[in-house]
């Protein structure tokens, strides 16, 4: 089972990415996507989350309600986030997880992890 994130790049304040979660070796559906982010010197923290389809459960952290929104497409079996009106704070190294109950922000909660894609917001 293997996670692939990518998506990332160099953006200007109030631009847009969509980062994509690949998942291959198993079946998306059965599990919640989690995106979540790391700045340097920072703890990773819980970004947006979509329960299995088996829910209808999201979550998104405060500073990005409104601009992000997480989706799943079944048939590519990938996740994607998708960031709008990005801000100089946004900037991170972004993953995508995978993980099985109720959708959480808390990164113990996942499972397998993607490898990480850097976003980068500057003019």
């Known amino acids: 089972v293997q996670l692939q994130a990518s998506g990332g790049g160099l953006v200007q304040p109030g631009g847009s990415l969509r980062l994509s979660c690949a998942l291959s070796?198993?079946?998306?559906?059965?599990?919640?996507i989690g995106w979540f982010r790391q700045a340097p010197g920072k703890e990773r923290e819980g970004v947006s989350c979509i329960s299995s389809t088996h829910g209808n459960t999201y979550y998104y952290e405060d500073a990005v309600k409104g601009r992000f929104t997480i989706s799943r497409d079944v048939a590519k079996n990938t996740g994607y986030l998708q960031m709008n009106n990005l801000k100089p704070e946004d900037a991170a190294v972004y993953y995508c997880a995978i993980g099985s109950g109720n959708c959480s922000r808390f990164p113990d909660r996942f499972r397998v992890w993607g490898q990480g894609t850097q976003v980068t917001v500057s003019s």
């Open positions: 070796g198993d079946t998306l559906n059965y599990y919640n």
